[in-house]
């Protein structure tokens, strides 16, 4: 498989409970990113990783979220006491070395529903 | 003001027109511009990355830049039924790691 993995494709919690995603990226690829798209909206930045380092938070990581690449890897992304408000695709992408924001390729996400 | 705006449409043509899809951004730092495809349930594709300002042709798709006006856009020539999908515009400065998408616009071609 060449392409970016993301598990579960969709996840039905209810509100308050925590849930975690998991990305595996493209295996030569050392840069991975997450991203959030709601409903008729672009994706919007979470977080990104190079390697096993997490090198970039966006405001709309609140402290309920938390990512994490362990091994420079597969990422886990971990939303605590879910809202209906994170109710979104978590998009999930990896590049590699050196081509920067022209070389993201993008998995099929995970459609979160809090209900 | 949001960074990217983009008309979310939605957008409808005859199979064989030419459409054309824009974006305005607001941000002068931006250097790098990219059109993506969405299809529904899927993550985005990319289709076309331009570096700084002019033109870019790949096949059916022409990207244009105009950094003077903060306007980008791109033309799909003889649209075909599979180009129906949620074209993204997106934006990155020089450096950066992360992309400022537009919200996109979703276009049907009718055969």
């Known amino acids: 498989d060449t392409g970016v993995s993301q598990n579960p494709r969709h996840k039905i919690t209810k509100r308050g409970q925590n849930v975690t995603f998991r990305c595996d990226p493209i295996s030569e690829h050392n840069r991975l990113y997450w991203y959030r798209q709601t409903l008729g909206q672009g994706p919007e930045f979470l977080t990104y990783?190079?390697?096993?380092?997490?090198?970039?938070k966006s405001r709309l990581l609140s402290d309920r979220f938390s990512a994490e690449r362990p091994k420079g890897s597969f990422s886990t992304l971990e939303i605590q006491r879910t809202e209906q408000g994170d109710s979104a695709m978590y998009l999930c992408?990896?590049?590699?070395?050196?081509?920067?924001?022209?070389?993201?390729?993008f998995g099929s996400g995970t459609r979160l529903t809090v209900v | 003001q949001k960074e990217v705006e983009q008309d979310p449409g939605p957008l409808s043509v005859p199979e064989g027109a030419i459409v054309s899809l824009n974006c305005t951004y607001s941000n002068s730092a931006f250097q790098y511009f990219m059109w993506y495809r969405q299809y529904s349930r899927k993550g985005p594709e990319l289709l076309m990355y331009t570096y700084s300002s002019g033109n870019k042709e790949d096949g059916r798709f022409t990207a244009q830049v105009d950094k003077s006006s903060k306007y980008i856009s791109l033309f799909i020539r003889d649209s075909q039924p599979s180009d129906s999908a949620t074209y993204l515009c997106a934006m990155a400065s020089t450096g950066a790691n992360n992309l400022f998408f537009g919200t996109g616009t979703r276009l049907t071609v009718i055969p």
């Open positions: 992408a990896s590049s590699p070395p050196g081509t920067g924001v022209g070389g993201y390729t």
């Open positions: 990783f190079q390697n096993e380092a997490q090198l970039e």
